[in-house]
């Protein structure tokens, strides 16, 4: 089970922290991603991590502002997201891919395995 929380209503140019809490897997045995989905649009990535946290990979339209991490010892995964702009209000979700080695999980969302319930996230000009 994967939830997800921390979404909320802020104004352009501030920040955000988003959890991913996980229960009921074996979370170092996992890389998570973070995507999101504005209204009429298709869902799309936004940044993973690899199962042991060091490898990051982010979109381009928030490379440099959003960071991604994540504690195994509380089987959690975030998302800072800082200098927010009004596009990039969505809903939030993360999901996780079960990974035998290292390797990042990607960005295609037919990767994972597994998906939280999403987070709103409203960023005002």
């Known amino acids: 089970q994967l939830q997800a929380s921390g979404g909320g209503l802020v104004q352009a140019g501030g920040s955000l922290r988003l959890s991913c809490a996980t229960s009921g897997l074996t979370f170092t045995f996992y890389g998570v991603g973070w995507f999101r989905q504005a209204p009429g649009k298709e869902r799309e990535f936004v940044a993973a991590i690899n199962r042991n946290g060091g490898s990051t990979l982010y979109s381009d339209s928030v490379k440099g502002r959003f960071t991604i991490s994540r504690d195994n010892a509380k089987n959690t995964v975030y998302l800072q997201m800082d200098s927010l702009e009004p596009e990039d209000t969505a809903v939030y979700y993360c999901?996780?891919?079960?990974?035998?080695?290292?390797?990042?999980?990607?960005?295609?969302?037919?990767?994972?395995?597994?998906w939280g319930q999403g987070t709103q996230v409203t960023v005002s000009s």
């Open positions: 999901a996780v891919k079960r990974i035998i080695s290292t390797v990042m999980p990607g960005p295609e969302r037919s990767h994972y395995d597994y």
